[in-house]
């Protein structure tokens, strides 16, 4: 099973609907990122959280918003979705204990593909 | 501010040649943590390397090895005798850090280079 698990994998959805992306992950990490994927725009940070009460924007945060539910978890809600909110969406964890193996490297989730029409 | 530049959009090779990816990274920030991720047509993002900024050592893992050099801002990814199932589009980022050692939380990615291995 995947550390770092993101639900739905692929969603198609109408202009002005809500959606929500879900992640959670096992790998005990306190720190989880939302970032989104376009072509040739790279990868984007949405916002990120260094534990459940700590919550910032990123680079490309209006249109969103964002629930760090417990350590595990990190949701990202498109309140009234466009059309330009079509990408590749990727959660991902780090650790923030520098010293450790692991430490500070950003695991993604598989990623969710999101389609509004 | 950040860049990471990959010049090459696209590599193709014929199975068993070496390849190498380039990558070319600024920063004014001192401490800092480069990477190297792997995105195959499935679409997820594969961590394979991080090297901080004060570790200039080359590493090898299998078939991969890696080159970091500061003096260039250089931190080049080469695959040796390319397989088929390295196909993927591969992206180097940069991740830098505060005094503190705390962490901006904000990877900064090159475009990517799309790598494909024919049989």
């Not at chain 1, 990120?48 to 417990?70: H, L, M, P, T």
């Not at chain 2, 505060?98 to 901006?104: F, H």
Request: charged share 20%; hydrophobic share 30%; proline share 3%.
């Amino acid at each position: 099973d995947a550390d770092v698990t993101q639900t739905p994998r692929n969603r198609i959805t109408k202009t002005g609907k809500r959606i929500m992306l879900e992640c959670s992950q096992t790998k005990g990490h306190d720190r989880m990122y939302w970032y989104r994927q376009d072509p040739g725009l790279g990868l984007r940070l949405i916002y990120y959280s260094f534990d459940v009460k700590d919550i910032n924007k990123g680079e490309i945060s209006d249109g969103y918003s964002v629930s760090r539910q417990a350590q595990a978890k990190f949701s990202l809600s498109l309140e009234s979705a466009i059309p330009n909110q079509t990408a590749l969406y990727f959660c991902a964890t780090s650790d923030s204990q520098a010293g450790s193996l692991s430490g500070n490297t950003i695991y993604f989730g598989e990623g969710s593909w999101l389609t509004v029409v | 501010a950040q860049k990471v530049t990959q010049a090459q959009t696209e590599i193709s090779v014929v199975e068993k040649e070496d390849v190498t990816l380039d990558c070319v990274y600024e920063t004014r920030d001192t401490t800092y943590y480069l990477f190297w991720y792997k995105q195959p047509p499935s679409g997820e993002l594969v961590f394979l390397i991080r090297r901080n900024s004060f570790d200039e050592q080359n590493e090898i893992s299998g078939r991969y090895s890696w080159n970091f050099q500061k003096s260039t801002s250089s931190f080049n990814f080469t695959i040796t005798a390319s397989q088929v199932v390295d196909s993927a589009v591969y992206f180097c980022a940069l991740i830098v850090y505060n005094a503190g050692g705390t962490s901006y939380g904000k990877l900064t990615f090159g475009q990517g280079t799309i790598l494909t291995v024919h049989p």
